[in-house]
């Protein structure tokens, strides 16, 4: 009598794409692995965006002075911090201003009164994927500064729309130029002139 020696059925193997949360995309920042890479996290993959130029490091700084004035004590103007959207988005705004202070903020912010891109090379990215990023995660108020065309596009009013990408969509767009102001949602008794945020 002879034994059959049969073989495992053959199974074929797909790789699979590794999916971050942002506990993990942090942990990851923290202990070194993705120093000196601009990084954000969108669906659990690591995107990596263009590095900082002068212009766009001054667009930063600028335009945080100016939200530091307008919004004063109680709040914090985080520069490329985290915000956590959702279990697995991070998109690492430009700025980010919430309610408290670097004393009095313990743990990673889910939410801000205003978020600011300042953009000289992702504009498409800043007005379509992150904007909607922004309108899903319920953010007031979203700003993308457009170093090159020397305007601020201003989004407001998150609303449900089960034909945008993501479900939500800004109810609100206003394209404003260098001699315009605009006063913050969340800080309606100031008045920023568009000209000052830009370098």
């Given at each position: 009598?002879?034994?059959?020696?049969?073989?495992?059925?053959?199974?074929?193997?797909?790789?699979?794409?590794?999916h971050?949360?942002?506990?993990?995309?942090?942990?990851l920042?923290?202990?070194?692995?993705?120093?000196?890479?601009?990084?954000?996290?969108?669906?659990?993959?690591i995107?990596?965006?263009?590095?900082?130029?002068?212009?766009?490091?001054?667009?930063?700084?600028?335009?945080?002075?100016?939200?530091?004035?307008?919004?004063?004590?109680?709040?914090?103007?985080?520069?490329?911090?985290?915000?956590?959207?959702?279990?697995?988005?991070?998109?690492?705004?430009d700025?980010?201003?919430?309610l408290?202070?670097?004393?009095?903020?313990?743990?990673q912010?889910?939410g801000?009164?205003?978020?600011?891109?300042?953009?000289?090379s992702?504009?498409?990215?800043?007005?379509?994927?992150?904007?909607?990023?922004?309108a899903?995660?319920g953010?007031?108020?979203?700003w993308?500064?457009?170093?090159?065309?020397?305007q601020?596009i201003?989004?407001?009013?998150?609303?449900?729309?089960?034909?945008?990408?993501?479900?939500?969509?800004?109810?609100t767009?206003?394209?404003?130029?260098?001699?315009?102001?605009?006063?913050?949602l969340a800080?309606?008794?100031?008045?920023?002139?568009?000209?000052?945020?830009?370098?």
């Amino acid at each position: 009598m002879s034994t059959a020696i049969l073989s495992p059925p053959r199974v074929d193997f797909t790789p699979q794409t590794l999916h971050w949360t942002c506990s993990e995309f942090h942990n990851l920042c923290d202990a070194g692995y993705l120093e000196g890479r601009n990084v954000i996290l969108v669906d659990g993959e690591i995107l990596e965006m263009p590095p900082p130029n002068p212009p766009h490091n001054s667009g930063v700084e600028l335009t945080r002075e100016v939200l530091v004035n307008a919004f004063g004590a109680g709040h914090w103007v985080r520069v490329q911090m985290a915000l956590v959207l959702s279990l697995d988005i991070d998109p690492v705004p430009d700025l980010a201003v919430i309610l408290g202070s670097p004393r009095t903020i313990t743990s990673q912010p889910t939410g801000a009164l205003l978020v600011v891109e300042v953009s000289d090379s992702t504009l498409a990215y800043d007005c379509g994927e992150k904007m909607n990023l922004y309108a899903d995660g319920g953010i007031a108020e979203y700003w993308v500064l457009d170093l090159n065309g020397r305007q601020l596009i201003v989004w407001r009013d998150p609303v449900a729309d089960t034909l945008s990408p993501r479900g939500h969509r800004y109810a609100t767009r206003v394209t404003l130029r260098p001699t315009d102001s605009i006063s913050p949602l969340a800080a309606p008794n100031a008045s920023i002139i568009v000209g000052d945020l830009l370098p």
